[in-house]
Nanobody, 119 residues
Framework: QVQLVESGGGLVQAGGSLRLSCATS????????MGWYRQASGKQRELVAL???????NYADAVKGRFTISRDNAKRAWYLQMNSLKPEDTAVYYC?????????????WGQGTQVTVSS
């Protein structure tokens, strides 16, 4: 069984910073992508940042230059450093992993952590 648990969310003023963490447990192997998504109230979930095959990174245009995704293989964890936060970054942030299982790509999600940016 795979578990992903986010932490680090909270309330911050515009211009501030937060660092989200995604801790994992269980059968963590054959990771194809690890990433962060967010869902604002009344909106669809959207990609924030992604590490693909442990090497390449992708960022949503809205966060480029402000957010940085990183990983710690030894801890089987990944992080999202969020700087220069804006009120429009307010959302529930979810960590996600896609792992290869029996030849199929399987999505795993955390429960989410709330990030609120006040103006």
């Amino acid at each position: 069984q795979v578990q992903l648990v986010e932490s680090g969310g909270g309330l911050v003023q515009a211009g501030g910073s937060l660092r989200l963490s995604c801790a994992t447990s269980g059968s963590i192997f054959s990771i194809q992508t690890m990433g962060w998504y967010r869902q604002a109230s009344g909106k669809q979930r959207e990609l924030v940042a992604l590490i693909r095959n442990g090497i390449s990174t992708n960022y949503a245009d809205a966060v480029k230059g402000r957010f940085t995704i990183s990983r710690d293989n030894a801890k089987r964890a990944w992080y999202l450093q969020m700087n220069s936060l804006k009120p429009e970054d307010t959302a529930v942030y979810y960590c996600n992993a896609v792992m290869l299982r029996a030849g199929m790509s399987v999505d795993y999600w955390g429960q989410g952590t709330q990030v609120t940016v006040s103006s």
